[in-house]
């Protein structure tokens, strides 16, 4: 099994409708956890962290953690077309490890 | 403005051909790293530093070597490119190692020919 799993997408989601994006992880990634929207040709940028079980939220924004079934998710609220990116999810013990990636459009 | 350089942004280079990527960051961040990022891999990394004079390895850190010898600057050397090197890398770097937020340099477009 991958350290850090994601499905690479592409997932289209209306404008304004809820995106959901899902992560899975090993036992060897299992202290924190990071959500990274990438623009095309850009460098990563944090979205969301979330270190404890449940959820965390930061505006349109919630970021979910199930430690019993090691997935973590991000849910995007009255999704936007700049939200169209490819979102990477990531997985901390001593080292950070990265997903694949999916790759987000928003349909207008 | 607090920020992560790279310098070059793009470079076109031929196999062999000894080259450095440079990387600085104004943050007086002690942790840095370096990845790559190529189409369905995801980003890897190669190599990263916690402090001045300490460096390990990452996942993979073949063909390329890596100095700390200040804490801003933590430059990436590819002594003999080959054409698998050809990647977008990214520098990064942060407060508190691997469980902390990690600033993305801008990348840089490596093409080995």
């Known amino acids: 099994q991958k350290e850090v799993e994601q499905n690479s997408g592409p997932l289209s989601v209306p404008e304004g409708a809820i995106a959901s994006l899902n992560c899975t992880y090993s036992?060897?990634?299992?202290?924190?956890f990071f959500w990274y929207r990438q623009y095309s040709g850009k460098s990563p940028e944090l979205i969301m962290s979330?270190?404890?079980?449940g959820d965390k939220e930061d505006g349109r924004f919630t970021a979910q953690l199930n430690k019993a079934s090691q997935y973590v998710s991000l849910l995007i609220r009255d999704s936007q077309p700049s939200d169209s990116a490819t979102y990477l999810c990531?997985?901390?013990?001593?080292?950070?490890?990265f997903g694949t990636g999916t790759r987000l459009t928003i349909i207008p | 403005e607090a920020q992560v350089t790279q310098n070059p942004r793009y470079l076109i280079t031929v196999t062999g051909k000894k080259l450095t990527v440079t990387c600085s960051q104004n943050?007086?961040?002690?942790?840095m790293s370096w990845y790559r990022q190529d189409p369905g891999l995801g980003l890897r990394q190669i190599y990263y530093?916690?402090?001045?004079?300490?460096?390990d390895k990452g996942d993979v850190p073949e063909g390329y070597k890596v100095s700390r010898k200040e804490k801003r600057n933590f430059p990436l050397i590819l002594e003999s490119p080959s054409p698998n090197q050809t990647s977008l890398y990214f520098c990064?770097?942060?407060?508190?190692?691997?469980?902390?937020?990690?600033?993305f340099g801008p990348g840089t477009r490596l093409t080995v020919l």
């Open positions: 979330i270190y404890s079980n």
């Open positions: 990531a997985g901390a013990n001593e080292k950070l490890t």
């Open positions: 530093s916690m402090n001045v004079e300490v460096t």
């Open positions: 943050m007086n961040h002690e942790y």
């Open positions: 990064a770097s942060n407060v508190a190692g691997s469980t902390d937020t990690q600033y």
């Open positions: 036992d060897r990634v299992s202290q924190s």
